[in-house]
């Protein structure tokens, strides 16, 4: 079974499953995010989600101390 690499359009909509339910700023291009992670599969994006929603909560936390 061939899997073709996700392009930009997939990208963004992949993208926008992964965050749903999660807190953006306003300013979060996600359409930018997916033109910037050309050659990313999905798996690639979770990835990158769960990164940052954990350096995120790390400086959330760090500003509260």
Do not use: F, K, N
């Amino acid at each position: 079974v061939h899997c073709p690499m996700p392009d930009v359009r997939d990208r963004a909509e992949i993208l926008e499953v992964l965050l749903s339910g999660m807190d953006l700023e306003d300013d979060v291009d996600l359409d930018l995010v997916a033109e910037r992670c050309h050659g990313m599969t999905g798996a690639d994006l979770r990835g990158l989600v769960y990164s940052a929603s954990l350096a995120a909560r790390q400086r959330a936390s760090q500003r509260r101390e």
